[in-house]
């Protein structure tokens, strides 16, 4: 690529450099992006469900999905609009104990979209929700998560680029084949992996 | 949701050619760019931008397209942040003549065509006036009898950005209405009010709608000010799925897209 007129840029600290996905820059404050208004959720109506294909397999309330184990993550996040934000502290239920707790001990496909509350959507393989690597957070920096940044949970998987990481999020579901969710329908990439660069489509 | 998937192609990167800058305010800048490989785009849409060192290093941000789609060229409308690495950039360094590596359009959320009807109402804080600009400019070429309002919160007169087209519009337009706001200094202006957009001013906004309300809101500017926005027009019986946001994508004192970005983060 030839050099832009001009530009020299900001370098980061090598160690910085190592930990930032292609197109990436280092944010220290946690900004907020949706696509629509937050939603007010009542954690008295809040409620997870998880199914297989139209079919709900089981639900937890906030409180029963509360007494599932904690496991706490501390990662790197990197969204699509550039940002990238270090070592922030998660703590939630793993997709792996959603699965154990509802008797799945063979899950049924190997696709899952996330749904949520405000109608939103987002498909993630299998592969990259169980193995610990990705969970139903409820807590940010040890305070429930707010409105803005998808409380009272949203899906965690860190692995990829944070569209995945659904706000409000209220289920999950197995699908027969990998399904575009919301932004993966309006130009996104399919699967989202930041250190590939796979932000739209085709990437 | 109502809007849905264009086939999209891959994006690629390319040069655009930088054929004009413009100031726009104290702080904002125009640059008019003509993109060789480019199939139009959807009003309220953004690109990707590129910027590549001598060592290779590069720097990517979002930015927001204020041109129509009926535009010749693509108008990115950069607000220079405290601090910017691309945004100073942009401001100190980019003139006519230079090629700036770009990809897009990009979102398919955040948009508006004349096909889609109205009344809309457009509610935009600071720099967030940008791709509601492009929506507002669309509607003139193709659709103008929809109603459209604006409602626009900024610091100073001086920050107003496309001040004097705004204006133009007001005077000539009897489909187009602007509620034009100073949240830092009394408006010195018959048609500006002075004070943080709330409920009473969005309670007027709606008003004169004369009781078709709109069909979609169009709201985008920092995070506090969308939030603050959406909840206002909540409370006012516009509906969830009507309400459309686009956030500014980064902590201010960096660097954010500005505005632009879409996807949830």
Redesign the interface.
């Known amino acids: 690529?030839?050099?832009?007129?001009?530009?020299?840029?900001?370098?980061v600290s090598s160690e910085d450099a190592a930990r930032l996905p292609?197109?990436?820059?280092k944010?220290?404050?946690f900004?907020?992006?949706?696509?629509?208004?937050?939603?007010r959720i009542d954690l008295a109506d809040w409620k997870f469900t998880l199914k297989i294909g139209p079919r709900p397999v089981k639900s937890w309330t906030w409180s029963q999905f509360n007494a599932l184990p904690l496991t706490k993550m501390h990662r790197d996040i990197h969204?699509?609009?550039?940002?990238s934000k270090f070592d922030t502290n998660w703590a939630g239920v793993t997709v792996d104990a959603i699965l154990a707790d509802a008797g799945l001990s063979a899950p049924p496909t190997p696709f899952l979209l996330a749904h949520s509350f405000?109608?939103?959507s987002?498909n993630v393989p299998l592969k990259d929700l169980t193995g610990e690597q990705a969970m139903v957070a409820t807590t940010y920096e040890d305070c429930p998560i707010t409105g803005?940044h998808g409380g009272p949970a949203r899906l965690f998987v860190p692995h990829l680029?944070?569209?995945?990481?659904?706000?409000w999020v209220n289920g999950l579901q197995f699908t027969e084949r990998d399904e575009?969710g919301?932004?993966e329908?309006?130009?996104?990439h399919i699967y989202g992996d930041p250190w590939k660069e796979q932000?739209?489509?085709?990437? | 949701?109502s809007?849905?998937?264009?086939a999209?192609?891959?994006?690629v990167w390319q040069q655009a050619a930088v054929e004009r800058v413009v100031s726009a305010t104290p702080s904002v800048k125009s640059f008019f760019l003509r993109v060789p490989e480019w199939h139009g785009f959807r009003a309220g849409q953004h690109v990707?931008v590129?910027?590549?060192?001598?060592d290779?290093?590069?720097?990517?941000?979002?930015y927001s397209i204020g041109s129509a789609p009926e535009d010749d060229l693509v108008e990115l409308v950069i607000e220079r942040l405290a601090e910017g690495?691309v945004s100073g950039?942009f401001h100190e360094?980019?003139q006519p003549g230079?090629?700036?590596?770009m990809r897009g359009p990009?979102?398919?959320?955040?948009v508006w065509g004349a096909g889609e009807g109205g009344p809309i109402l457009l509610v935009g804080g600071g720099s967030g006036v940008v791709p509601l600009m492009s929506i507002l400019r669309h509607r003139m070429n193709a659709a103008p009898q929809v109603p459209a309002t604006l409602i626009y919160s900024v610091r100073h007169f001086d920050d107003v950005i496309f001040r004097d087209e705004l204006f133009r519009r007001v005077e000539t337009d009897p489909n187009f209405r602007q509620w034009l706001t100073l949240t830092r200094e009394t408006a010195d202006h018959p048609l500006v009010r002075s004070g943080r957009v709330d409920g009473a001013l969005v309670a007027e906004a709606l008003a004169g709608f004369g009781g078709k309300p709109p069909i979609r809101t169009y709201?985008c500017g920092s995070?506090a000010f969308v939030?603050t926005a959406?909840?206002l027009?909540?409370d006012m019986g516009l509906s969830?799925?009507s309400?459309?946001?686009e956030?500014?994508?980064?902590?201010p004192?960096?660097?954010?897209?500005a505005p632009?970005?879409?996807?949830?983060?």
């Open positions: 690529m030839l050099p832009t007129r001009g530009f020299l840029g900001r370098r292609p197109g990436q820059y944010e220290s404050g900004p907020v992006l949706s696509a629509g208004p937050t939603p969204c699509v609009t550039k940002w405000d109608g939103y987002t803005d680029y944070f569209w995945k990481s659904a706000k575009p919301f932004w329908l309006r130009g996104y932000r739209f489509t085709g990437d | 949701m809007d849905s998937a264009q999209p192609a891959r994006l990707d590129r910027l590549t060192a001598p290779d290093y590069q720097a990517e941000r979002s690495e950039f360094v980019v230079d090629a700036i590596e990009i979102g398919g959320h955040f709201v995070n939030d959406s909840r027009l909540l969830f799925p309400i459309r946001t956030r500014y994508g980064g902590d004192a960096r660097d954010p897209a632009g970005p879409v996807a949830e983060g």
